[in-house]
């Protein structure tokens, strides 16, 4: 099991133990545990593999467009550039590259256009077609889309702090909130226990719950949203 399941799987734990112990009642935890854990593995996980598999195409499409342009301008080579730019440690990249072996090796840049479904991947294809077609300074020609390329990778390196860091906010602001909540509970327990009696305060509490899982999944889609311009393909 991965980190991340694990990790998930400890929280709905926890949140699930805090809704026993706030509502009295086996059966309000066991549901709130089972929803936390159901929205992961249907909905959270699925959003979070896209995710950082979107990352690590960029990061891959970064280095092989440099790589490949680079190795271009020095060697002007088509098959030193693509060997070149497909030094990757990456086992997706690898593995779609492998898969590509068979394939004429212009055929293959061009394919990956489909792998990597970034607008800066067919402007690279647009400015080799046009090198290959009228030669020059590959450099030269490159220039704009080398600043763009860097350009996407410095965005999206800053776009993964700013969440990391929104995502250590949003924790400790829940954290709080069911720590009030937990204290409520043993700081006036003879008055909290009356209230427990009343079913409107079960189902209030039971909306806590909700909301708190409505607000993580709104976080998630938020978290996991990558503003880089895709391909139309």
Not at 35 to 46: E, G, P
Not at 126 to 153: A, F, K, P, V
Not at 157 to 184: C, D, H, Q, Y
Request: aromatic fraction near 16%; proline fraction near 0%.
């Amino acid at each position: 099991m991965k980190a991340a399941d694990i990790s998930f799987l400890i929280l709905s734990t926890i949140v699930g133990v805090i809704a026993f112990l706030t509502s009295y009642n086996i059966v309000v935890g066991i549901v709130i545990f089972v929803l936390f854990l159901s929205y992961y593995f249907f909905i959270a996980r699925k959003m979070f593999k896209k995710y950082f598999e979107k990352i690590d195409q960029i990061h891959c499409c970064y280095h092989f467009i440099n790589s490949f342009i680079i190795t271009m301008s020095v060697k002007n080579s088509l098959e030193d550039a693509y060997e070149s730019a497909t030094r990757i440690t990456n086992k997706n990249f690898n593995d779609e590259v492998g898969e590509l072996s068979t394939m004429p090796l212009e055929d293959r840049i061009v394919y990956l256009r489909k792998y990597f479904n970034l607008a800066i991947y067919k402007m690279f294809l647009n400015i080799l077609t046009l090198y290959e077609d009228q030669g020059g300074d590959i450099l030269t020609m490159s220039d704009c889309l080398m600043r763009e390329t860097t350009r996407t990778e410095k965005s999206l390196t800053e776009s993964v702090i700013i969440g990391n860091r929104k995502l250590f906010e949003f924790g400790l602001l829940w954290l709080m909130s069911f720590a009030i909540l937990l204290f409520l509970r043993f700081g006036i327990s003879d008055f909290y226990s009356q209230m427990v009696q009343n079913y409107m305060f079960i189902i209030l509490l039971i909306a806590f719950f909700l909301v708190a899982l409505m607000s993580i999944h709104l976080f998630v889609y938020t978290y996991t949203s990558i503003r880089i311009k895709e391909d139309k393909i």
